[in-house]
């Protein structure tokens, strides 16, 4: 490596040398059989700077080898302390006590926020989604007089609550934040949320994967208001809604793709009034709707896609009042039973009509 660097050097001081030599268009040396003092001095300075040149060169070669090395064991030390504590705070998950596993919680997030990569911050994500994908008894679900197994489940589902809050609140953070998840990749298939109204409101769901796939909410409501889905590819496929509210109000739609395929609403209220739809693709494919509001009143919707096809709406009502259709196609070609669907001051723009907007309908 030195010698590379010292022989980059001599040919570079060369391609100088001569270059010049050209451009001063020099016939040739005027040879003198004997050197006079200035000249000899000139070449003992020559002599020194070709020597402290060098040297320069190799002790910053050196410095910038070492300054690595350093780098490379701060890194090896931090991902060493990292690697122990998160084998505590994984074993603090499996203790019997529950405020054991709530201090491993807390832990895990901790060191989410303090990982020296970003590898190791999203394997203490995947961690704690992992605990809500463990097999869990919702609360309609326990033995009747059986107060140790309530207790218990009261304890887990406090446990469950707290990695839920601290998800949502690192979603929050501003995307240039340090200890912000935006970008991560976050896994609830086939988790069960039940309890207390269960809030991600304001979060911010930008790129990576976010899956709900066969998740099941039950009781309290689902707030998903406010919240921001940019760029990421985000799955409610399969899901069972079964708690009311289940609130999108006053989200933000933008690219990416959000699926709500197969998914059941069995809520007295479904509302994504306020949404706004930019680009991207929103899929309600094969979804089922029994006896719900649907609305999506004063929503805009642009340069998108929402898909309805083969959906099911059974005793209730599907509102776009007031909402605003800026080139945005949707295929309402399902199935509505006993259901209403309004389009009350909807506006079209760019020419578009109601005939233009909704690509299809069906009926039954």
């Known amino acids: 490596m030195l010698a590379l660097a010292f022989l980059t050097a001599v040919i570079v001081a060369s391609s100088v040398f001569y270059a010049g030599w050209d451009l001063l268009g020099v016939q040739g040396i005027r040879t003198e059989r004997r050197l006079d003092s200035k000249t000899l001095f000139d070449l003992v300075k020559l002599s020194f700077g070709v020597v402290a040149g060098a040297g320069a060169l190799v002790a910053l070669i050196v410095a910038y080898r070492r300054q690595r090395v350093d780098e490379d064991g701060a890194v090896r030390d931090a991902t060493r ?4 504590r998160f084998t505590t705070a994984v074993s603090q998950l499996g203790e019997v006590s529950p405020a054991v596993r709530l201090g491993g919680v807390h832990a ?24 809500l994908r463990l097999p869990y008894v ?12 309530r207790h218990e489940y009261l304890a887990l589902r406090e446990v469950r609550h707290t990695i839920v809050r601290l998800i949502r609140d690192h979603l929050r953070l501003d ?37 709900f796939a066969g998740a099941t909410f039950a009781t309290g409501g689902i707030d998903f208001g406010d919240c921001s889905f940019r760029g990421a590819n985000v799955s409610f496929e399969g899901c069972a ?23 059941s609403f069995a809520s007295s209220s479904v509302n994504f009034g306020g949404t706004r739809f930019s680009g991207g693709s929103v899929s309600f494919q094969g979804a089922t709707f029994s006896g719900c509001a649907v609305g999506f009143v004063s929503s805009t919707f642009s340069s998108g896609r929402i898909d309805f096809e083969e959906a099911s709406f059974t005793d209730g009502q599907l509102h776009f009042g007031h909402a605003r259709f ?22 079209f ?14 009926t039954t």
């Open 81 to 84: 302390l990292h690697n122990e």
């Open 108 to 131: 895990l997030a901790g060191l989410a926020d303090d990982a020296p990569t970003r590898a190791l911050r999203q394997t203490c994500i995947d961690v704690l989604c992992a605990y």
């Open 138 to 149: 919702p609360q309609g679900q326990l033995p009747d007089g059986d107060t140790t197994a």
């Open 175 to 211: 995307t240039g934040h340090p200890h912000s998840w935006q970008g991560h990749d976050l896994d609830f298939t086939s988790a069960v949320f039940d309890g207390k109204h269960l809030s991600f409101a304001g979060a911010v769901f930008s790129g990576g994967n976010i899956s």
């Open 241 to 263: 809604f079964s708690t009311s509210p289940v609130n999108f109000a006053g989200a933000t739609f933008s690219g990416g793709f959000i699926s709500f395929e197969e998914a």
């Open 326 to 347: 800026e080139g945005t196609r949707i295929d309402l070609l399902a199935h509505f039973s006993d259901c209403t669907v309004t389009f009350d001051n909807a506006t």
């Open 349 to 362: 723009t760019n020419g578009n009509d109601l005939s233009q907007v909704i690509g299809s309908t069906s």
